[in-house]
């Protein structure tokens, strides 16, 4: 039987009403634990993995697996109303998608996003059945010093980053790098900057540091501002305009590339493609001065990029057995527990359930789009509560969130002491971006570097020896070079400081 | 640049220095390349440097008295002391009170603070966002969440 024989037959298994259901029902309690702050698409698996163990396996994995992608939206929803991630790479959707809901555009934001997610995803999972072999073999030659080259092309994307000021971006980039030397040395083992704190041994944890920079930063201006007891204008329309689609469209198409393509290398993580994404679009755009003020191109691409990555993950597990991030370790295990091995001979020994379960990421994806469309005058509803609740509520979230990834009050306080970094930063126009892209590229590129040249005797020239390096450096060389002059052009548009 | 870049700047610069401190005390080089030591060093520097140069680009402000005051009105202020403490007060009490009660003082501390102080709404909210959300998380998504000495 060839691929498109198993691809029908899985969507024929996918369409039976009980594995719709567990599908639908996946779907919505992925997106209702994903509205959690701190509780992301790993810990939300692992929590409703024990509702799957009763399942048949196929129904199972299917149920797993729009949990996952349902999360990753969930995630969205509080970014775009909250300015609160509810996952470390929502936090890039909170630049543009809060400044959206702010001008009462919080219904377009929630709908690109959920439109570019579908896109991404049916992409991603497209390429999953065409591409999946071929891709995965070329994934296998990414060694530390291809890792180096590619986190050094997101580097150099920072600069693209810069709004008001090319000189505040690169001190938020340079302070990125420094909070992510806490913690062990990733070679010797050597702590620094532990201050003899056990709970600094791990590093500075991701979620708890965005969660307080965005979410307590915002609450904590959000307190100055005069004028409606609630929080955002009111809602102008739900709907997409002609502009808005139009706008969105490219942003989309390369949001999947690069999701789709990164998604292959396990170990990048999902902030890494969202990040990019967004600093690729304003790197691009004819208007880079209205990111991070409402800029549809800055949802639209981040969005979609994330989905896509999340979709994309599923390659390497599926085809080399290899995890490509926390969740599909998670569900790694998931498919352990219910007798299936991943890696090659997955689709050579049950190719009946493997086709079943890619068949149901196609309809996974069409069933959170239309899923979430419906409920955006519900999620945006959220926006008329008064605000002294809504900051009570999101504190509460906060808490739970922090507290909840490492069953430690440590993290709150630092997500407290991050929230008025946050606040400060605000005042002084310090953007946000260029810290959390660096905070989240630095250890990666460290180990990375630190690896090749344990692999090379010290030498440098490993980096530049082999091609796909080779050719990452040129293009990371190129991207700093045309974002640094754009930069420049956008920050002298705004009447900025270089 | 504002008066609020030099004082930000001042305090960079400090932060530079201390993380360049902590950085000269690690191994700086090894014999396969760069050291723990290597990668803090240098960003301590950089940082340095570019602090030193928001103060300067910041110092005719400061000389010109430009920009907003340092610090917000004294109603923005309360509020987020409000709010700081109230975090602050969880960090504290979260584990030997609990989570339910800790909540609910936070609840009550913060919508009583920011001004909903009518009688039967800011409480109601402050028990469903406490113990309710205690059990939600407890009984239903199985995240464990502290009881205090009072086993709440």
Do not use: K, N, Q, S
């Given at each position: 039987m060839d691929t498109l024989q198993y691809l029908l037959a899985g969507f024929a298994t996918v369409f039976q009403i009980q594995n719709l259901a567990f599908a639908f029902s996946g779907c919505v309690l992925g997106m209702l634990v994903g509205v959690l702050p701190g509780v992301g698409p790993a810990a939300g698996t692992a929590i409703l993995i024990p509702l799957t163990l009763v399942l048949d396996p196929t129904s199972a994995v299917i149920m797993l697996a729009a949990i996952y992608y349902g999360a990753m939206y969930g995630g969205t929803i509080t970014s775009i109303l909250l300015n609160l991630p509810g996952e470390a790479s929502s936090a890039v959707t909170c630049l543009d998608g809060y400044e959206m809901a702010r001008q009462g555009r919080a219904g377009p934001a929630l709908a690109i996003a959920a439109i570019g997610s579908f896109i991404g995803g049916t992409i991603a999972t497209a390429g999953l059945v065409v591409l999946a072999i071929p891709l995965s073999s070329i994934a296998l030659k990414f060694g530390p010093p291809e890792f180096f080259s590619l986190m050094m092309v997101g580097l150099c994307l920072v600069m693209g980053l810069a709004s008001q000021s090319l000189v505040l971006a690169l001190i938020s980039a340079v302070l990125g790098l420094l909070l992510a030397q806490v913690g062990i040395d990733p070679v010797m083992g050597v702590p620094r900057y532990?201050?003899?704190?056990?709970?600094?041994l791990d590093g500075l944890g991701i979620v708890a540091v965005v969660m307080g920079l965005f979410g307590i930063g915002e609450i904590l201006h959000s307190l100055g501002e005069k004028g409606s007891a609630s929080a955002q204008a009111a809602p102008r329309s739900l709907l997409l305009s002609k502009a808005d689609i139009r706008d969105s469209a490219a942003p989309i198409a390369r949001g999947s590339a690069i999701g789709f393509f990164l998604g292959?290398?396990?170990?990048?993580?999902?902030?890494v493609p969202t990040y990019l994404s967004y600093a690729l679009e304003k790197s691009v755009s004819k208007t880079p001065e209205r990111f991070g003020k409402g800029a549809i191109q800055g949802v639209a691409g981040p969005e979609t990029a994330n989905n896509a990555y999340a979709n994309a993950a599923f390659i390497p597990l599926f085809t080399l057995g290899i995890p490509g991030a926390a969740t599909t370790a998670i569900l790694m295990g998931a498919l352990m527990m219910n007798g299936l091995i991943p890696g090659p001979s997955l689709f050579v020994e049950q190719p009946r359930f493997i086709w079943a379960v890619i068949a149901s990421f196609f309809v996974g994806n069409l069933i959170l789009l239309v899923l979430s469309l419906p409920f955006i005058p519900l999620w945006v509803a959220v926006l008329k509560v008064p605000r002294a609740i809504l900051v009570a509520i999101v504190l509460a979230m906060c808490v739970i969130g922090a507290y909840s990834i490492n069953n430690s009050v440590f993290d709150i306080g630092l997500m407290l002491f991050f929230g008025v970094i946050g606040y400060l930063f605000k005042k002084t126009d310090v953007p946000l971006a260029p810290l959390v892209l660096t905070f989240v590229l630095a250890p990666l590129m460290e180990r990375s570097l630190r690896q090749s040249l344990e692999m090379s005797q010290g030498e440098f020239g490993i980096l530049f020896s082999r091609p796909i390096s080779a050719s990452l450096l040129v293009i990371s060389i190129v991207v700093l070079i045309v974002s640094t002059m754009r930069a420049v052009r956008a920050v002298r548009g705004s009447d900025g400081e270089v | 640049m504002t008066p609020r870049h030099f004082i930000l700047g001042i305090v960079l610069l400090a932060v530079a220095v201390m993380a360049g401190q902590e950085a000269v005390q690690?191994?700086?080089?090894?014999a396969l390349g760069p050291g723990p030591g290597f990668f803090p060093f240098w960003l301590a520097v950089v940082l340095g440097v570019l602090s030193l140069l928001l103060c300067v680009r910041s110092l005719p402000a400061l000389r010109l008295g430009k920009?907003?005051?340092a610090l917000p009105d004294r109603d923005v202020m309360v509020k987020m002391a409000i709010v700081i403490g109230a975090l602050g007060g969880v960090v504290v009490l979260l584990e030997p009170l609990g989570f339910r009660l800790t909540m609910l003082a936070m609840y009550l501390l913060v919508l009583y603070g920011l001004g909903?102080?009518?009688?039967?709404l800011s409480p109601l909210i402050a028990l469903l966002g406490s113990f309710g959300a205690f059990h939600v998380f407890t009984q239903w998504l199985a995240v464990p969440l502290p009881t205090g000495i009072f086993g709440w």
């Open positions: 532990t201050f003899d704190r056990m709970e600094l292959l290398i396990p170990g990048v993580g999902a902030i | 690690l191994t700086y080089w090894t920009g907003e005051g909903r102080r009518d009688l039967l």
